[in-house]
């Protein structure tokens, strides 16, 4: 398959995963492209989790290829998929919460380092090297998501939703490629979602990267989103603007079990 990486930032070819005899994916393909913000939406069970999985290297396709500005990821380690350009939230907080905010940001810039473990131990210059070039970009990404005025407190004692900043920030710390965010706007109120929506339209254009989003809030997909794909059983059952997902008759049938002419009547 020939990738263009001048457009496409993540390509997703005829993907197949199967759990014994169960097809969480089945032959799924879609492409991001460069400075897209696309959503990825789908009911409870539908496979977005598990793709996600498969981009950022905790799970093994069986058939198909993913490609990341076309280089195929397939065999990589995580912590390598993750140097390469992918920064990843998950459905639940994945935190270190009797850490500080900004050292659970600072653990985001690990994949990154070079310095090994002598070279730790004996304090070379090349580690105290990576080590202010890791404090500034924390300090960038903390500035950035409004995290400075908390940046010494434990996760533990902040709100739901400035948590769920920091994990974002954590996953921005190196800069990547391509974003994946996984629900962020589950457990917000409306107050925050709008705040997200503000936030993600900034990190776009400061990092000038792509966005994958796994979404229930379909009012912040249909917004947000340039692209949306739409998954049901394992399968890709559509692909395109929001307008067009929305007016899907297969998407209606997959989150409504309703005809579209009947919801449309209603």
Do not use: W
């Amino acid at each position: 398959m020939a990738y263009a990486p001048a457009e496409t930032v993540l390509a997703v070819e005829d993907v197949a995963v199967r759990f014994g005899a169960v097809t969480a994916l089945d032959g799924v393909s879609f492409r991001v492209q460069r400075g897209e913000i696309c959503g990825l939406i789908g009911p409870n069970g539908s496979g977005k989790t598990t793709l996600f999985n498969c981009i950022s290297g905790f799970y093994r396709v069986q058939r198909g290829a993913i490609a990341l500005d076309g280089q195929p990821l397939g065999g990589l380690k995580r912590h390598r998929i993750a140097g390469l350009g992918i920064g990843r939230t998950f459905q639940n907080l994945a935190l270190f919460r009797s850490m500080t905010v900004r050292h659970n940001v600072l653990v985001g810039t690990h994949p990154a380092g070079r310095a090994g473990f002598l070279d730790s131990a004996l304090a070379l210059p090349r580690v105290r090297r990576e080590e202010a070039a890791a404090s500034l970009q924390v300090a960038e990404v903390l500035g950035l998501l409004e995290l400075g005025a908390v940046a010494d407190q434990p996760v533990a004692s902040l709100p739901f939703g400035t948590a769920k900043r920091v994990e974002i920030a954590r996953a921005l710390v190196n800069r990547p490629k391509l974003l994946l965010l996984d629900e962020p706007a589950c457990g917000l109120n409306h107050a925050e979602v709008e705040d997200l929506f503000a936030l993600l339209r900034r990190i776009r254009e400061h990092f000038a990267l792509s966005i994958l989003l796994v979404e229930h809030h379909m009012g912040l997909v249909m917004r947000i989103c340039e692209h949306v794909v739409a998954l049901a059983s394992g399968r890709r059952i559509a692909d395109g603007t929001p307008e067009q997902v929305q007016r899907d008759e297969e998407v209606v049938r997959a989150y409504l079990g309703t005809p579209v002419a009947h919801v449309r009547a209603a």
